[in-house]
């Protein structure tokens, strides 16, 4: 790679992992071709990025910022997975894939300035994503006014029930 290059990709890189919710490091050695299309295929249907990259131009990117951290699992093949939109989703996809390929092995990665090792990732994608919490606001907002329509309802209903007994034991008493 040509120095213009190099310098080119390093930019890209750092506007890449500057807007990144977190990153996930992993080594993709011994992975089918097959399977690491698949891989990928899976992260860009679920708007993650998914990229491999050499060791050098990563911690060239990442100096001197808040994943400088990140730094001590570069070695060996390493490939980088983040999202822009939700911090959770790499870790979910990247353990799925860990736990279904023993051949791709999750390093360690970042999240909100804390620098994770493998059980950290492990950890990170077992908490709710994006859309699980927005799900969980929208059923608690929705919770007060359902209650208050059942509860405003429960009295006229309670009344039609009540004369719906009635007519039945007045015809059975006939």
Not at 10 to 36: C, H, M, N, P, Y
Not at 73 to 91: K, N, Q, W
């Amino acid at each position: 790679m040509e120095k213009a290059q190099k310098e080119t990709h390093i930019a890209q890189l750092k506007l890449d992992v500057a807007r990144a919710q977190s990153l996930i490091i992993a080594d993709f050695r011994g992975l089918t071709v097959e399977a690491d299309t698949a891989l990928r295929r899976d992260f860009r249907t679920q708007g993650c990025e998914y990229k491999v990259i050499k060791n050098t131009l990563l911690e060239i990117a990442v100096k001197g910022t808040r994943l400088e951290g990140v730094t001590k699992y570069l070695a060996g093949c390493t490939s980088i997975a983040y999202s822009p939109e939700d911090p959770v989703l790499p870790a979910k996809i990247a353990l799925k894939w860990a736990k279904d390929q023993e051949k791709f092995v999750i390093k360690g990665g970042y999240v909100d300035g804390n620098v994770l090792d493998a059980t950290g990732v492990e950890t990170l994608s077992k908490m709710p994503g994006k859309d699980e919490l927005r799900s969980t606001l929208l059923a608690t907002f929705l919770a007060g006014p359902q209650g208050f329509v059942r509860l405003i309802a429960a009295a006229p209903q309670n009344f039609a029930y009540l004369l719906a007994a009635r007519e039945r034991a007045l015809g059975g008493a006939q």
